[in-house]
Antibody, heavy 122, light 110 residues
Framework: QLQLQESGPGLVKPSETLSLTCTVSGDSISSTNYYWGWIRQPPGMGLECIGTIYFSGATYASPSLKSRVTISVDTSKNQFSLRLSSVTAADTAVYYC??????????????WGQGTLVTVSS | QSVLTQPPSVSAAPGQRVTISCSGSSSNIGNNYVSWYQQLPGTAPKLLIYDNNKRPSGIPDRFSGSKSGTSATLGITGLQTGDEADYYCGTWDSSLSAMVFGGGTKLTVL
């Protein structure tokens, strides 16, 4: 059974870089024809797709976040990661990782990790 | 402001049927498949519908999806109190080259 688990600091200072890792178990990132994604949800608000990545390193990122986002993959650890630079309070959110099913970069997110709350505060 | 537009809330009585709309444009819904997610309070979203109208294994047939032009609809029949949740639509936006979501709809079962 495929499972995803987010990990990383729960508190980040303004202007610093948020770093999260998603560990995939139950399947190999590099052996499947799927993209993997990061989605966030500010408290009390809706979902926002941050970006997606293929095991080869090909990425797609939300235009509104593209200049601050780096998504990378480590196939040896079966993990993919998110770095978001120059964070502000507006980046406070629950961050989810998920598998993108379907054909290539277009599809649906399933399954999702349980999510991790990241608070930006001094 | 979300790329896809959903009503903020809908409500209906137990046993009744409800529909949730998701409106977009030719760059997203009009030319790409739509998926739907259910988010129960305090939990991660769960896939309900993919490819406009397909249900993953384990999702009851009370949940259905459809698409027409640049709009999609999620239908739920035989409403139960356990269906109270936030529901989101999602799809690929070809102009943005990104996956996008609707703003979410809160379902209340009265």
């Amino acid at each position: 059974q495929l499972q995803l688990q987010e990990s990383g600091p729960g508190l980040v200072k303004p202007s610093e870089t948020l770093s999260l890792t998603c560990t995939v178990s139950g399947d190999s990132i590099s052996s499947t024809n799927y993209y993997w994604g990061w989605i966030r949800q500010p408290p009390g608000m809706g979902l926002e797709c941050i970006g997606t990545i293929y095991f080869s390193g090909a990425t797609y990122a939300s235009p509104s976040l593209k200049s601050r986002v780096t998504i990378s993959v480590d196939t040896s650890k079966n993990q993919f990661s998110l770095r978001l630079s120059s964070v502000t309070a507006a980046d406070t959110a629950v961050y989810y990782c998920a598998k993108l099913g379907g054909s290539g970069k277009i599809g649906w997110f399933d399954p999702w990790g349980q999510g991790t709350l990241v608070t930006v505060s001094s | 402001q979300s790329v896809l537009t959903q009503p903020p809330s809908v409500s209906a009585a137990p046993g009744q049927r409800v529909t949730i709309s998701c409106s977009g444009s030719s760059s997203n819904i009009g030319n790409n498949y739509v998926s739907w997610y259910q988010q129960l309070p305090g939990t991660a979203p769960k896939l309900l519908i993919y490819d406009n109208n397909k249900r993953p294994s384990g999702i009851p047939d009370r949940f259905s999806g459809s698409k027409s032009g640049t709009s999609a609809t999620l239908g739920i029949t035989g409403l139960q109190t356990g269906d109270e949740a936030d529901y989101y639509c999602g799809t690929w936006d070809s102009s943005l080259s990104a996956m996008v979501f609707g703003g979410g709809t809160k379902l209340t079962v009265l």
